[in-house]
């Protein structure tokens, strides 16, 4: 490969350069994150069906007679469908207890949160543009993304905050921890986490799987990989980072042509940047 | 169908627990807390005109019973023949059916960490028994049966002598245990027993008047936003947005 | 069936069934108790309650091999399927952990309460040379045996056998004792228990001092409440505003120890407004004149003024039960030792039933009817060289020898008089509770050479013991039969076990026959197994002995009414005259008055109120106290004090408080219930709390014993009773 020049900042590109660079491909997602990710998925579509089937008390229920009865209608009783709610929700906790234990280091360590899911200036920038394209108030362009865009990252605090409570509530719940008063506040906790992160979920399956500009995302879900072209409209910084780093592998590669270079590159084993771009 | 219904008859209960007990054996209640239970009213008047009275409360089987809205997972049901029973495979023992009863008829076993209660012995019904409390009253005041029946005691009792239902113009949820007694004791009974306001606790309150409307806002803000986004979408086409 | 319940059948021959549940290997089964679930695959089997002394029929419902709830027997012709608070709680009793698990022989000294485990063999051979070497020393008399209840009766007979008459049961001298002398003086015949009440057909109930409802006999209340709710107008005379006062038509709080004066008035307004049952007094009474002349001057006025009752409603009262008479129950009482003079209080509520003629009329009392029992031929008893040391017979000469009279043996344990009593076997009774002067009693027990204890929870008295021999409870072993010879219904009825003894427990047959064989007294148990002992009890009725073992108990034929009775048959009242004796010779041949007299109870001494005392619905004293669902329901006692005196003294609902008697004996703090329901000259108590033993580690400590604050009594000369009412408390802020 060539040794081009990297913006620092978007150029526009020509249609020759946009072919070249949609065929080649940038990982993005790990493969476990493949999988867990569609598992939490799948989870919890059925932890919110349940869950909303389970509450049929006049003063609390949210889904109507109909969805309820067809809820109950397919688990049969409707302590059969607690009993799945419940063993569903210990099983997705597990999965993500393992998880974090093995991830933690490369995912949830505080500067790994800070440089991946802080927000800066331009973040800001991008949720005001994002949200005035999407009512057609705005065409101006994106301010540039690292990995996560800005929406990504607010719903990822999102979840990161909301998760765990109800992670806590439902183990309170299920195994009715501590005495009645204590499981009675456990509910509208469960029910308040959750609606919150539905929002948000809202957003994310809207625009993973409606919206079309961010078709890529989708697909990276799936294979894992994003095409050069998606990454360097969506994602500029982070695409910036990637080529930063392929150039110095390259230049670690022809170590004794060149001379020492001293250009600050990521480290090794950072997320989504750092796997070998091929 | 039948209608069940219980009458204690105050002028034969003498307050011995004999209905507590036997419940809590049959039932295997944990010490402390009781199906049913026996009251003493205050002592009223003055030295020597007295009068008291001793009676049994347990669940009144409510036509309307509150303890029902109560309960999140409909753990709490009522069946045709107009018991209220908790089914414990559903129950998550929140506690929110204890505050709402107004009769004070439904408690946590500290045990199982469910709710708990009086079924009428539903168990036993089926076996073509009476409750056990009913079977073992040392003093033959209580009685069990249909108010359906014409030829039941509870049907003579309710509708030919007069036996009342515990409940104010405040609280009428159409209790189904019935007090048969002397016009005071019945006064006093209703005195010492009346029953209080249904109600939710906080956190109860917190969910149905804060969480729900807040989360349905939330969401229904999405929903709209994403709306008019889709229809944008739909306006200009796909293509518009590659690039 | 179905639902997996059935009742428990007992197939085969007499001696082979059961016999392995008789035997008493020890348990594996878990002391912990399960509840019932409908699922479970139950048996239910028949037997008798014994978690009070009324003996209703229960069924055991045993699963997997555990009983795991005890339910009322509905073929019992007494209690019809109903049972109590206690009776339900059965289990509680069978699995609680505090229970006395295996013999055991003190170590340290007596009252320190240190024992070593023992096996059964080494700890009846320990008794048996004990035994034997208090005969040589000092003769078989000087052991004394203190029994209650069904499953000692085995063990009397071994006493008996022994040599030694001292046996005595504080049902008599510390209960109904003075009744069931008064009643026989007057009818020839005393009431026995369960009392022969016919209260379900009565017009008017008079109780004085009993408190039905709070003392719950089952079919006693039961029979209660159906006269109540068939319209019978109710009389209570108490003190205290109990649960029967509360449905009472006239609820008399009478001055405590003033009963006499109130009878003598309603003798007085039947006699004078011609309200006696004339045609019965003539056809059945002697001495109507001597009596009439003897309440003459007893008028509702005069009695107002010591009875604290309005003259007007002492009238009303009487003429309410001249208008109901004969269905008038005039309810004997059943602890009856208050004041000293109680025979005479039993004779004048024996002579009112008598002039309203109630004694064998429908609504009344009704008649026993005696059961015939199958004999063994047993050798002939000895024949102690010295009478009874309780002065039974003697000192207090309408104190029958085969009831005895318990203090009479503790001062003779005191005083050595008339001879010196050195041993004690206490059997199921618990004597530092239900004799009054506890220290007295203490006292007695450090004297002994020879202390045993048998027994199934560790009271108090255990601490004093050389020897304790932990005894099965009614679930696990067989008792003999039960003859209702005083229902309504009379009846056959026998107590057997849902379960092997738990532990290294055995039952009262087992230890008995075990101990006589050490003794050489084998002969005196001829038979092979509790079974036969049951089959050939019953032989003369003709029943069949499986039968009754399914069903638990066998209804017999009976009646109950005068009117059921033969003309020209056995007079219905044995005294010498063969009449009802209104006025009695016997009494005037022992210098007592031959017509009940009033006398005045000692006042309280200023600052003082007299202490009353009586039961809670669901204990039977300190043997259930340590019961888990009983414990639950009533923990601990009250005091009750009246709000004038409680403003008075500056004391509030609900504080804790120590009573100390006129003697500066103090109780433990208890809890104050200050009540407009009760006179404000006394306070009452439940009996039984303020447990002492360590042991028992629900009860222990909880509430205040009565017994503890009776150092003094009041001792009937007839018959030896000890009065308790007689004691005097004032309530102290706890901590003060």
Known sequence: MKAEAIPAVPDPITAEQARAMSQRR????????????????????????????????????????????????????????????????????????????????????????????????????????????????????????????????????????????????????????????????????????????????????????????????????????????????????????????????????????????????????????????? | MSRYAMVTDLRRCVGCEACTVACSAEWNVPPGHGRTRV??????????????????????????????????????????????HVDRDLCVGCGYCVAACPYDARFIDPVARKADKCDFCAARLARGQQPACVTTCTAGAKHFGDLEDPASDVYRMVYLEGARRIETAEVAVGPNVYYLGRPEQLALVAASFAPRRPRLPAAGEAWRRLAIPLVAAAVAATFAGQAIAFFNQLRKGEEDFEG | MGDGISRRAFLGTVAAAGAGAALPAASRAAARPTGWRGGERVEKGATLCEMCFWRCGVLACVADGRV?????????????????????????????????????????????????????????????????????????????????????????????????????????????GPRDVGYALTFGQGLGSPEPLDLDEAKLVVLIGSHIGENVFTSQVAAFAEGLAKGARLVVVDPRFSTAASKADWWLPVRPGTDIALLLAWMHVLVAEGLCDADYLRRYASGFDRLAAHVRDCTPEWAAAITDIPADTIRATARAMGEAKPAVVVHPGRHTTWYGDDTQRARAMAILTALLGSWGRRGGIFLPVPIEKGIFELPEFPVPARGRADGAGTTYPLAPEETGVTNGLVDATLTGQPYPIKGWIIYGQNVLESIPQPARTRKALESLDLVVVVDVMPMEQVRYADLVLPEATYLERYDPPVLGTSAKTPFVAVRQPAVAPLYDSRPGWWIAKQLARRLDLGVYFPWASPEEHLARTIEPLGINPLELRN???????????????????????????????????????????????????????????????????????????????????????????????????GLRDGERVVLENADGQRSLPVRLHVTEGIRDDCVYMAHGFGNRSKAMRRAYGRGASDTSLMSRVRVDPLMGGTGMHVNFVRPIRAGA
Request: hydrophobic letters at 45%; one cysteine or more; a neutral charge.
């Open chain 1, 26 to 278: 940038l990982k993005k997602h790990h493969v476990a994150i493949v999988i867990v990710h569609w598992f939490n998925a799948v989870t919890w579509l059925l932890e919110l069906a349940t869950g909303a089937g389970l509450v049929v008390s006049r003063h609390f229920r949210v889904a109507p007679a109909w969805f309820t009865a067809l809820v109950e209608g397919v688990f049969g009783t409707r302590a059969n469908m607690l009993r799945f709610h419940e063993a569903l929700g210990l099983a997705w906790i597990v999965v993500f207890l393992v998880y974090a234990s093995f991830g933690w280091r490369t995912y949830l360590r505080a500067e790994v949160m800070h440089r991946e899911m802080g927000l800066d200036r331009n973040d800001w920038r991008w949720l005001a543009v994002r949200a005035a394209r999407l009512v057609g108030r705005s065409r101006e362009a994106l301010p540039p993304q690292g990995s996560y865009n800005a929406g990504q990252k607010l719903f990822g605090w999102l979840v990161y905050t909301m998760v765990p409570l109800v992670m806590a509530t439902g183990v309170v719940m299920t195994f009715r921890l501590i005495g009645p008063a204590v499981v009675g506040w456990a509910i509208p906790i469960h029910f308040a986490a959750v609606g919150a992160v539905l929002a948000g979920l809202m957003v994310h399956v809207y625009m993973g799987a409606v919206f079309p500009e961010e078709k890529s995302a989708f697909f990276s879900m799936v294979s894992g990989t994003v095409d050069e072209l998606y990454a360097y409209n969506h994602h500029f910084t982070w695409w910036r980072e990637m080529k930063l780093a392929e150039r110095e592998w390259m230049r670690r590669h022809d170590r004794e042509a060149e001379g020492a270079v001293a250009a600050p590159v990521p480290d090794a084993d950072e997320p989504g940047g750092t796997e070998s771009p091929d």
């Open chain 2, 39 to 84: 009251h003493r009213t205050p002592v009223t008047g003055t030295f020597p005109h007295l009068r008291a009275s001793t009676f049994v409360a347990q669940c009144n089987h409510c036509d309307r019973p509150p303890c029902l809205d109560a309960c999140p997972s409909g753990a709490t049901f009522r069946t045709d023949d107009g018991i209220v």
């Open chain 3, 551 to 649: 069903r638990g108990a066998v209804a017999l034929p009976g009646a109950p009414y005068l009117e059921d009775r033969e003309a020209g048959a056995e007079s219905p009242f044995p005294t010498d005259s063969g009449r009802i004796e209104l006025y009695s010779e016997r009494l005037a041949e022992l210098g007592a008055d031959p017509l009940p007299r009033y006398t005045p109870p000692e006042p309280p001494p200023h600052g003082f109120f007299r202490l009353l005392y009586g039961r809670a619905p669901v204990h039977s004293f300190a043997r259930t106290e340590n019961n888990r669902t009983l414990s639950a329901l009533m923990p601990e006692n009250a005091v009750w004090l009246h709000t004038g005196p409680a403003r008075a003294l």
């Open chain 3, 68 to 176: 795991v709830r005890v339910e009322g027997n509905p073929d019992h012709p007494l209690n019809r399927g109903r049972l109590c608070a206690r009776g339900n709680a059965g289990t509680g009793l069978l699995y609680d952990p505090d229970r006395l698990k295996t013999p055991m022989l003190r170590t340290g000294a007596r009252g320190e309460g240190r024992f070593r485990p023992v096996s059964w063999d080494e700890a009846l051979d320990v008794l048996a040379q004990r035994m034997k070497d208090l005969r040589a020393r000092h003769g078989a008399e000087s052991l004394a045996f203190f029994p209650h209840g069904l499953h000692a009766r085995f063990f009397a007979t071994l006493v008996q056998a022994f040599g030694s008459p001292n046996s005595a049961e504080p049902s008599f001298a510390q209960c109904r």
